[in-house]
Nanobody, 115 residues
Framework: QVQVVESGGGLVQAGGSLRLSCTAS????????MRWYRQAPGKQREMVTA?????GRFTISSDNAKNTVDLQMNSLKPEDTAVYYC??????????????????WGQGTQVTVSS
Protein backbone atom coordinates (compact mmCIF):
# COMPACT_ATOMS: atom_id res chain seq x y z
CA GLN A 1 0.00 0.00 0.00
CA VAL A 2 2.82 2.36 0.81
CA GLN A 3 6.20 2.33 -0.89
CA VAL A 4 9.14 3.98 0.82
CA VAL A 5 12.21 4.68 -1.28
CA GLU A 6 15.49 6.19 -0.10
CA SER A 7 18.22 7.56 -2.31
CA GLY A 8 21.45 9.48 -2.05
CA GLY A 9 23.77 7.16 -0.18
CA GLY A 10 27.33 6.47 -1.20
CA LEU A 11 30.99 6.72 -0.30
CA VAL A 12 32.39 9.97 1.02
CA GLN A 13 35.56 11.05 2.75
CA ALA A 14 35.55 12.19 6.34
CA GLY A 15 34.50 15.81 6.55
CA GLY A 16 32.34 15.55 3.47
CA SER A 17 28.61 15.84 3.02
CA LEU A 18 25.78 13.74 1.68
CA ARG A 19 22.09 14.35 1.24
CA LEU A 20 19.64 11.49 1.54
CA SER A 21 16.10 11.67 0.24
CA CYS A 22 13.06 9.60 1.08
CA THR A 23 9.74 9.51 -0.75
CA ALA A 24 6.55 7.81 0.31
CA SER A 25 4.05 6.86 -2.36
CA UNK A 26 1.12 4.56 -2.90
CA UNK A 27 -2.32 4.36 -1.43
CA UNK A 28 -2.87 6.03 1.91
CA UNK A 29 -5.09 8.63 3.55
CA UNK A 30 -2.33 10.54 5.29
CA UNK A 31 1.26 10.43 6.42
CA UNK A 32 1.60 10.91 10.17
CA UNK A 33 5.36 10.68 10.46
CA MET A 34 8.49 10.28 8.40
CA ARG A 35 11.73 9.62 10.25
CA TRP A 36 15.32 8.66 9.57
CA TYR A 37 17.04 5.76 11.31
CA ARG A 38 20.44 4.27 10.88
CA GLN A 39 22.06 0.97 11.68
CA ALA A 40 25.79 0.54 11.88
CA PRO A 41 27.38 -2.91 11.59
CA GLY A 42 26.88 -4.86 14.78
CA LYS A 43 24.74 -2.16 16.37
CA GLN A 44 21.07 -1.59 16.96
CA ARG A 45 19.02 0.60 14.70
CA GLU A 46 18.75 4.12 16.10
CA MET A 47 16.64 7.12 15.29
CA VAL A 48 18.83 9.86 13.87
CA THR A 49 17.19 12.69 15.81
CA ALA A 50 17.81 10.86 19.08
CA UNK A 51 21.58 10.79 18.68
CA UNK A 52 23.15 13.77 20.46
CA UNK A 53 26.41 13.56 18.55
CA UNK A 54 24.58 14.25 15.29
CA UNK A 55 23.06 17.53 16.38
CA GLY A 56 24.55 20.41 14.48
CA ARG A 57 25.83 18.13 11.74
CA PHE A 58 22.66 16.44 10.51
CA THR A 59 19.55 18.34 9.44
CA ILE A 60 16.17 16.93 8.53
CA SER A 61 13.76 18.73 6.23
CA SER A 62 10.42 17.59 4.97
CA ASP A 63 7.90 18.52 2.32
CA ASN A 64 4.49 17.36 3.44
CA ALA A 65 2.91 18.15 0.09
CA LYS A 66 5.34 15.85 -1.69
CA ASN A 67 5.60 13.24 1.09
CA THR A 68 9.34 13.55 1.19
CA VAL A 69 11.92 13.89 3.93
CA ASP A 70 15.56 14.70 3.38
CA LEU A 71 18.56 14.17 5.61
CA GLN A 72 21.44 16.57 5.07
CA MET A 73 24.61 15.17 6.60
CA ASN A 74 27.62 17.45 7.01
CA SER A 75 31.05 16.99 8.56
CA LEU A 76 30.69 13.25 8.20
CA LYS A 77 32.81 10.96 10.33
CA PRO A 78 33.79 7.32 9.85
CA GLU A 79 31.47 6.42 12.72
CA ASP A 80 28.54 7.69 10.68
CA THR A 81 29.02 4.69 8.39
CA ALA A 82 25.73 2.81 8.44
CA VAL A 83 22.70 1.82 6.48
CA TYR A 84 20.22 4.65 6.66
CA TYR A 85 16.53 3.80 6.66
CA CYS A 86 13.43 5.88 6.16
CA UNK A 87 10.46 5.06 8.38
CA UNK A 88 6.91 6.07 7.58
CA UNK A 89 3.70 5.99 9.58
CA UNK A 90 0.64 6.25 7.39
CA UNK A 91 -3.11 5.91 7.74
CA UNK A 92 -4.31 3.34 5.24
CA UNK A 93 -7.63 1.78 4.41
CA UNK A 94 -8.20 -1.96 4.50
CA UNK A 95 -10.40 -3.59 1.85
CA UNK A 96 -13.14 -3.69 4.47
CA UNK A 97 -12.98 0.08 4.73
CA UNK A 98 -11.39 0.02 8.16
CA UNK A 99 -8.80 2.76 8.61
CA UNK A 100 -5.68 2.07 10.60
CA UNK A 101 -2.16 3.33 11.08
CA UNK A 102 0.60 1.22 9.57
CA UNK A 103 4.38 1.40 9.64
CA UNK A 104 6.67 1.03 6.66
CA TRP A 105 10.41 0.90 6.17
CA GLY A 106 12.46 1.67 3.12
CA GLN A 107 15.06 -0.76 1.84
CA GLY A 108 17.87 1.35 3.25
CA THR A 109 20.73 3.19 1.63
CA GLN A 110 24.37 2.61 2.50
CA VAL A 111 26.50 5.50 3.67
CA THR A 112 30.20 4.82 3.99
CA VAL A 113 32.58 7.43 5.36
CA SER A 114 36.25 6.79 4.81
CA SER A 115 38.95 8.18 7.06
Amino acid sequence: QVQVVESGGGLVQAGGSLRLSCTASGSFLSINAMRWYRQAPGKQREMVTAVDSLKGRFTISSDNAKNTVDLQMNSLKPEDTAVYYCYVEAVVVAPSGFQYQAQYWGQGTQVTVSS
